[in-house]
């Protein structure tokens, strides 16, 4: 599990280090990989292009299927409501995530916490199930909303 959270972590922080939000996210059904996602809402202008998303897009292309019936996703950061929500439409069996929500800095846009209603969705989702959903620490998990951070910063003292 820790490489997949790697693979993960790796993917945010490369999304991040090109100026789009740190997060990144991979599919796995039948112990391979068989597609990865990113967050690219700031690239698209699109508030639904989440990391966990796109790789359930990906992989669901990739596949030709519309469900992805005991898939695992395997996320860099916890789920949002609408990743959770995605994942469960899809058919993902259990998401696993390396950092805690708490984690998430302010990224300088607006984002959901618990006292909106998205945020409320999310801790519904989680509530209805929250065996599909498992936190697996990781040593690096911060290292994505850092380097975003960093490359928000360079880019303001240009």
């Given at each position: 599990m820790n490489k997949l959270i790697e693979q993960a972590v790796d993917l945010a922080i490369?999304?991040?280090?090109?100026?789009?939000?740190?997060?990144?996210?991979?599919?796995?059904?039948?112990?391979?990989?068989?597609?990865?996602?990113?967050?690219?809402?700031?690239?698209?202008?699109?508030?639904?292009?989440?990391?966990?998303?796109?790789?359930?897009?990906?992989?669901?292309?990739?596949?030709?299927?519309?469900?992805?019936?005991?898939?695992?996703?395997?996320?860099?950061?916890?789920?949002?409501?609408?990743?959770?929500?995605?994942?469960?439409?899809a058919g993902v069996t259990k998401i696993v995530y390396a950092a805690p929500k708490e984690y998430v800095p302010d990224l300088g846009y607006p984002a959901p916490d618990l006292g909106t209603l998205p945020g409320e969705m999310q801790s519904a989702l989680r509530a209805l199930a929250p065996e599909q959903l498992e936190y697996v620490p990781s040593d690096r998990a911060a290292e994505p909303f850092e380097r975003y951070l960093a490359y928000v910063a360079r880019k303001g003292d240009s």
């Open positions: 490369a999304n991040a280090d090109e100026g789009q939000l740190p997060f990144g996210a991979v599919v796995v059904l039948d112990g391979a990989v068989v597609a990865t996602g990113v967050n690219t809402a700031l690239r698209d202008s699109d508030p639904t292009a989440h990391g966990e998303v796109a790789a359930v897009r990906n992989a669901c292309a990739a596949l030709g299927v519309l469900h992805l019936t005991g898939s695992l996703v395997v996320s860099s950061c916890e789920p949002c409501a609408i990743c959770h929500a995605v994942c469960a439409s």
